[in-house]
């Protein structure tokens, strides 16, 4: 089993992503760089990262979905790997088209970092296998653009497709505006899914409020991980 | 009319002649330029040098004091902090954001050009009063510029504080401090020698922007210094970032013989400064410098402050390695001379000479000036204030929410939330407590950061303030679990040329120096910011100090939250009659004066010896530094952290005023389980120091004597709504 995390310029959550899966999940885990098309089919899971990339200083996301590797990115999901995007990760997921909306920013203007209450939607899903729909999980954001929009008839899809897969727990919970409170959704084959909080910062008792939430989405991949290869008998 | 050339360039008649007599000829427009910003004070130190000259900076930690781009100590296992504080005062009083995100632009650079990751920012802000539309304007501002380039570049922005008062409103301070961890091996330096050694330009191109902006912010603000809007730089934290990745990569290779961040007084600093520490000189040709307009002169390219550009000097034959890890972050690398030995920096255009002095005469024979010191009027009468004239509160509950209420006390939530506190993944003790608490991946050790300053008691005696301001940073690092090892100073003050402003200078650096060599922690470095002034009048003397302290275990991370239900409640040190200078004057009466509470270094180094000893022994649930606002803030902040009540009982024969409100030093409140409350009280008896059980943890409501009764909700309430109410009305 192998993650891959891809480095954009500006990609700041990169490292992050890679602790958790290296030293927490104890899993191979390779660096991917954005200046080569490549054959990604060696990797289980590609992990989008957070952070500014290209200094998002157009739309977010919205250069990064150029670069060379996000040609190999759609192929790999296309072909049905398992990709989470988180944050500016989640950002790229929407421009590229992989997952369906466009984010705004936040209704308040501001930046904001805290933590969020979030419900788990759907829990059939490879990346919240681990926990049962109604859970709440508590989960930092960071981000100043994290408003999900998407049209009434998209709505109506996501929610009779059941893509939303996590939602800030209320109103007053969402941190940034989103429609509907959408935290984090899928794509309809449920192998795509993208997340404005931030599941790395918070897989560790040590780190801020103890919050160890973060850890469930990550284990949830492999434990889906497990199961898929269990089943092709590796 | 007589001809002033000097003028022009900030320099003085009699500094103009020492420059002739330098050169042994008149110096022409560019080399003037040059002088003008290597002597200006922000470069050169000339007001100060005399008198930093007395800070303690040698420590066994010690790798590398002042002088350098930033301090290092030592943290064992072969690894090393970096660390500094630097402030950006003038640009922020002119244009907030770019003001203050090129300020933490230029301490990140600083921390990285050492060799060392940058894993934390601290930001300690002053403004004027919060209800001006103007303080207002410049608060969003730097708070936004802050957390503009600080997220974008992917440093957490931990802790700092945040104070308001008239003295500072047309002269905000914006002080940045970023620390960086590293191996002791890569350490690096800013030092150009070997002769042929090529000299490059790495990172952004260079432009227009910043020209003289050391020189600008060595000059008192007036209502003309809006006109020297573009003297301030503008940041790009993107292309910081990648200049971060590769110069980090490029030092790892250790193919560099030296590198040193290009900021205020860009190539030409940067150059000079290299040349003078390696005693050689430099040869670079101002053509050769990739820049983003088009018609500059060589003026202009010596004395651009554009941002997020770095000198390198690698040694000969790894220049295409320089390029080839530049280019892969997609960044300029260009060669632009060598390294000589004559000791002299040669400017050349198109391979003409257009500059030519002697390094170290620019870097470091700038005239070193003592200047007149004159003890104040305005003291003698603030120092004699007599407060227990004023009549004591007809509700104390009413005054704990006026305390809390104030801008000073109340919860900076509304500003931290705006920065991205936790990226990297280290943040253990999360802003609002007092220090923050940082893991050190792979290790079991932790490091603790603050910084402070309580500029009032500065002005009212500097002396006093200035060694409080180092105490309570060693206190508040204590109070998180972790040994003080060692401080940078960003020193903030009025014009030095005004004899009573130099006195404040002169008294706040002694009172830091004696709490230095008292607490064990020396000076690794740090910044002097003069001419903080306005038309109205001098800022408060404000030695900002930025505390970094080593946990050898990070589970033993202290927070001030009281933890469980039926815990006891002490304190550490002693309530005296000290209520000058306090933030109840100040919130119930607008009072700025009377004498600041006094400070015992012996003390203070017993009380916090013992609470570390006591935090080491696994026994303090939770400890807060009891400072400004007094003990019953301390409390109501510890009850407000951990959504829990407590039943106080104080005795004594203080006024009710002083007993709740007084700032006295050398104290902290701890929380304990029962069982453990003999073995602090030896702790306490072995170092001889005061200490008293206050109450318990329990219920949901403050309860202090017959004085204070309030739901910590409504507590919470006050704390929380005060900063955002006054903003968004």
Known sequence: MKFGVVTFPGSNCDQDCYHVAAEVLNKPTDMVWHKDKQDLSEYDCLILPGGFSYGDYLRTGAIARFSPIMESVIEYAEAGGLVIGICNGFQILLEAGLLPGAMKVNDSLKFVCDYTKLEVVNDDTPFTNRCNSGDILEIPVAHGEGNYHIDEEGLAELIANQQIVVRYLSEEENPNGSVDNIAGICNQERNVFGLMPHPERCSESILGNGSTDGYQIFASIVEYLSKRGEECGE | ?729
């Open chain 2, 1 to 729: 009319m007589e001809n002033k050339p000097w003028e022009a360039e900030g320099l003085t008649k009699s500094e103009y002649e020492m420059i002739v007599d330098i050169l042994g000829r008149k110096p022409n427009r560019t080399e003037l330029g040059m002088y003008g910003v290597m002597w200006s004070e922000h470069c050169s130190y000339k007001n100060s040098k005399a008198v930093l000259r007395n800070l303690p900076t040698e420590g066994e930690c010690v790798l590398q004091g002042p002088g350098e781009n930033a301090g290092v100590i030592d943290i064992g296992d072969n690894q090393a902090v970096s660390f500094k504080i630097e402030s950006h005062n003038h640009p922020s009083a002119i244009e907030p954001y770019q003001g203050a995100a090129t300020g933490v632009g230029g301490i990140i650079r600083d921390i990285f050009t050492m060799g060392a990751r940058p894993i934390a920012c601290l930001d300690s802000l002053r403004f004027g009063d919060l209800e001006d539309q103007h303080v207002q304007f410049l608060f969003e501002g730097v708070v936004s510029g802050i957390s503009g380039y600080g997220n974008c570049i992917g440093v957490p922005t931990v802790g700092g504080e945040v104070h308001f008062s008239a003295a500072y409103q047309d002269n905000p301070l914006v002080n940045a401090m970023c620390i960086g961890l590293m191996e002791h091996e890569d350490l690096a330096t800013g030092t150009a020698k070997g002769v042929g050694n090529p000299v490059m330009v790495v990172g952004a191109t260079t432009g227009r922007d910043g020209i003289q902006g050391a020189s600008f912010a060595s000059d008192e603000l007036t209502e003309e210094s809006e006109e020297d809007r573009p003297a301030v730089q503008v940041g790009d934290p993107f292309m910081e970032k990648l200049l971060l990745e590769a110069s980090l990569e490029l030092i790892k290779t250790g193919a560099l013989v030296g590198i040193q961040d290009m900021g205020a007084a860009g190539l030409t600093g940067s150059s000079c400064e290299m040349a003078s520490r390696g005693g050689a000189g430099i040869e670079l040709d101002v053509d050769l410098v990739p820049k983003r307009e088009t018609g500059m002169n060589a003026y202009e390219v010596m004395l651009s402050e554009s941002q997020e550009r770095m000198l390198v000097v690698p040694k000969k034959g790894k220049e295409d390695l320089v390029k080839q890890i530049f280019d892969k972050w997609d960044l300029n690398a260009a060669v632009i001379g060598k390294v000589t030995d004559d000791g002299m920096m040669r400017i050349l255009n198109k391979g003409e000479i257009v500059a030519e002095a002697p390094a170290r005469s620019l870097a470091d024979d700038a005239p070193e000036y003592e200047r007149e010191s004159k003890k104040p009027d305005y003291l003698e009468e603030a120092q004699s204030y007599d407060w227990s004239q004023l009549e004591e509160p007809q509700d104390y509950n009413q005054a704990l929410l006026e305390v809390l209420s104030s801008p000073n006390i109340a919860s900076k939530e509304w500003v931290y939330q705006q920065y991205d506190h936790m990226v990297q993944t280290n943040t253990v003790v999360l802003p609002g407590s007092d220090a923050a608490v940082l893991r050190v991946k792979g290790t079991e050790k932790g490091l603790a950061v603050a910084t402070d300053c309580n500029g009032r008691y500065c002005y009212l005696d500097p002396e006093t303030g200035g060694a409080i301001a180092v105490a309570e940073a060693a206190r508040n690092v204590v109070c998180s679990g972790a040994e003080p090892l060692a401080i940078t100073d960003g020193l903030n003050f009025g014009n030095p040329l005004k004899p009573e402003i130099f006195w404040q200078f002169e008294k706040c650096i002694e009172g830091i120096g004696e709490a230095c060599l008292s607490l064990g922690t020396p000076v690794t470095g740090g910044n002097v910011s003069f001419y903080n002034e306005s038309p109205e009048a001098a800022i408060y003397p404000t030695p900002i100090i930025g505390m970094v302290g080593l946990l050898e275990d990070i589970e033993q991370a202290t927070t001030i939250d009281f933890k469980d239900e039926g815990d006891l409640i002490l304190l550490l040190g002693e309530t005296k009659d000290e209520l000058g200078a306090s933030e109840y004057l100040q919130a119930l009466y607008g009072l700025e004066t009377g004498q600041p509470p006094s400070l015992d270094l012996d003390l203070e180094k017993r009380v916090q010896e013992v609470c570390l000893e006591a935090i080491k022994a696994g026994v303090v649930k939770s400890a807060h530094d009891c400072a400004d606002g007094g003990l019953v803030v301390a409390l109501a902040e510890s009850c407000i952290s951990g959504d829990l009540g407590a039943k106080i009982e104080l005795v004594s024969d203080l006024a009710p005023s002083s007993l709740l409100f007084s700032e006295s030093q050398s104290r902290i409140v701890i929380s304990v389980a029962e069982e453990d409350l003999a073995q602090v009280k030896k702790l306490a008896a072995a170092k001889d120091i005061p200490i008293s059980e206050l109450g318990r943890v329990t219920g949901n409501s403050l309860v202090v004597n017959d004085l204070v009764n309030l739901e910590v909700g409504e507590l919470k309430k006050e704390w929380t709504e005060s900063i955002p109410t006054l903003i968004e009305g």
